[in-house]
Structure formats: C-alpha cells, structure tokens
C-alpha cells in the first residue's frame, strides 16, 4: 500500500480489533477499484493503469482476504462464543456464512478478470456478470463490515481483556509469519 501523508497509520498486533477495521479499508479500496475498472472500460481492452489496478486488487482478495476470514473466524468469533455473549453470536454466523458467500464471487470476479485480461477483450454478457458481481460484492461487503464495525467488534472489545486481546494479536502475528502471504 503506497503511504498517505497524513493518514492514520494502520494498527498493529497489539490492536487487533483495530487491523481488521484497518483491513476493511482496503477490502473497500480494492472493491472499488474492481466495480470502477469494469464499469469504465467495458466493451475494450484495460489499459496498463487498469490491468495493475485489477490485478493489485485481484492478489489481495486471493492473498490476504482468506487471511482476514481466519483472523475473525478462528481467533475473535470463537471466543465471542465462548463468552455466551447472545447479542452478536446470531451476526456471527450470518458473518461467517457471508464469508463463504463472499468466496465464491472473488473466484468468479477473478476468473473474468483474468479472462478479460489474457483476451484482451470480454464478452458482453461476461462484462454484465461481472459488473453484476462486483456491485454484488460491494453491497455484501457495506453491510458485512457495518455488522462487524457497529455489533460485534465493540461487543469483543468490551468482553475481551486486554491478556486475551494480546493473545489474539499473537495469533495474528503468527498466521502472517507462517505464510507468504503480505497485507
């Protein structure tokens, strides 16, 4: 990511909570660019700016999309389930079916995209889905993330202490060191 004079620097290990707000950002960011970069260029070939711009977008939902599922799925929502917190846990399982769901447009958005981008051209029909699922994506995405930034990350906030959200951090910090794979 380049640096933003003046922007909030990202959050690290010992905020936990706050990398996966940090991560929404750029799950936005590179959402738009996909919708934008279709929806200007449909019916020619994308332009180099476009083609680095789709494929920076492409790599991080392949790279570290999965990544941030297993950093909510396997360290904050079990322990959230743990607490017998009964407020968030229904929105964790709509979040988690949500991820799934989510999976299977990025695999559909990057298989058109990767078409698009070895064919020089896509067709006018593959254009329409693809447009049709990168709007489908931002709109899954808007209200995915106002559950998790509005319920249930303030709900782990308040249960969590700050012991356990070290250890969560650890478990961050340890995914990243045991993959190549790069925020």
Not at 139 to 166: D, K, M, N, T
Request: include cysteine.
């Amino acid at each position: 990511m380049p640096v933003v004079i003046g922007a909030r620097p990202d959050s690290g290990f010992d905020d936990p909570i706050g990398m996966l707000k940090d991560c929404h950002r750029r799950i936005e960011r590179f959402l738009g660019v996909q919708y934008q970069v279709c929806r200007r260029a449909q019916g020619r070939a994308l332009n180099d700016e476009e083609r680095q711009a789709v494929e920076n977008a492409l790599h991080y939902f392949a790279q570290s999309g999965p990544r941030h599922n297993e950093d909510e799925e396997k360290s904050v929502f079990p322990r959230l389930r743990a607490s017998h917190s009964a407020a968030p846990l229904e929105d964790v399982q709509r979040l988690e079916a949500e991820h799934h769901e989510a999976a299977a447009y990025h695999d559909e958005v990057a298989l058109l995209y990767s078409k698009w981008i070895a064919d020089g051209n896509l067709s006018a029909r593959d254009q329409s889905l693809l447009l049709h699922r990168t709007e489908q994506l931002q709109q899954l995405y808007a209200e995915h993330i106002r559950i998790e930034e509005e319920i249930v990350f303030p709900r782990a906030a308040a249960l969590f202490s700050q012991q356990v959200l070290g250890e969560i951090g650890d478990e961050f910090k340890a995914r990243r060191n045991s993959s190549p794979r790069r925020d």
